[in-house]
T-cell receptor, first 114, second 108 residues
Framework: NAGVTQTPKFQVLKTGQSMTLQCAQD?????MSWYRQDPGMGLRLIHY???????DQGEVPNGYNVSRSTTEDFPLRLLSAAPSQTSVYFC?????????????FGPGTRLTVL | GQQVMQIPQYQHVQEGEDFTTYCNSS?????IQWYKQRPGGHPVFLIQ?????EVKKQKRLTFQFGEAKKNSSLHITATQTTDVGTYFC????????FGTGTRLLVSP
């Protein structure tokens, strides 16, 4: 199993551009989520999904959209990039959204917005 | 709202010394998870505690959940250079919340 994969690994955007960060998992996990990590801070939840077709907001959802059309994929869309969105983005998955399970994290996408 | 403090923010030890990081909450937690993130890497799950007073051990690592389920600690005995990284506590159900982390540096 590849686990949780994320693409791209690095990305530089200009203010106002849009892009999609890809996340996929091959463990048949129901729960998937997106976090951002800023220097000196912990991870903050952006959006999460407990199954295909179901998404919900986390702590910092503004400026981001998600959809979950399949169990495997959970893309994160930046609608109009801003410098404040410069961060490291991690996708994570777990077996079920119905209990507290360990989270498996992807390698991250390092995003810079100029 | 619920506030959880993780202390210390940073600790630098000599190899062989012990290390402890703490998570303290203002309210009762349903569970606590611990993760380790190596420099430049991604968080990796270490353990989950759910019971009051629970203690779990993984080799040199000892995890505790307080009797009132408001605090937790991670203790590393005789640190090694491979222990370098940031240790996070996290809690919650579906909306997992992470502490700010404790960065551990180990000098040989």
């Amino acid at each position: 199993n590849a686990g949780v994969t994320q693409t791209p690994k690095f990305q530089v955007l200009k203010t106002g551009q849009s892009m999609t960060l890809q996340c996929a998992q091959d463990m048949n996990h129901e729960y998937m989520s997106w976090y951002r990590q800023d220097p000196g801070m912990g991870l903050r939840l952006i959006h999460y999904s407990v199954g295909a077709g179901i998404t919900d907001q986390g702590e910092v959802p503004n400026g981001y959209n998600v959809s979950r059309s399949t169990t495997e994929d959970f893309p994160l869309r930046l609608l109009s990039a801003a410098p404040s969105q410069t961060s490291v983005y991690f996708c994570a998955s777990s077996f079920s959204g119905l209990r507290e399970d360990e989270q498996f994290f992807g390698p991250g996408t390092r995003l810079t917005v100029l | 709202g619920q506030q959880v403090m993780q202390i210390p923010q940073y600790q630098h030890v000599q190899e062989g010394e012990d290390f402890t990081t703490y998570c303290n909450s203002s309210t009762t937690l349903s569970n606590i998870q611990w993760y380790k993130q190596r420099p430049g890497g991604h968080p990796v799950f270490l353990i989950q505690l759910v019971k009051s007073g629970e203690v779990k051990k993984q080799k040199r690592l000892t995890f505790q959940f307080g009797e009132a389920k408001k605090n937790s600690s991670l203790h590393i005995t005789a640190t090694q250079t491979t222990d370098v990284g940031t240790y996070f506590c996290a809690w919650g159900f579906q909306k997992l919340v992470f502490g700010t982390g404790t960065r551990l540096l180990v000098s040989p």
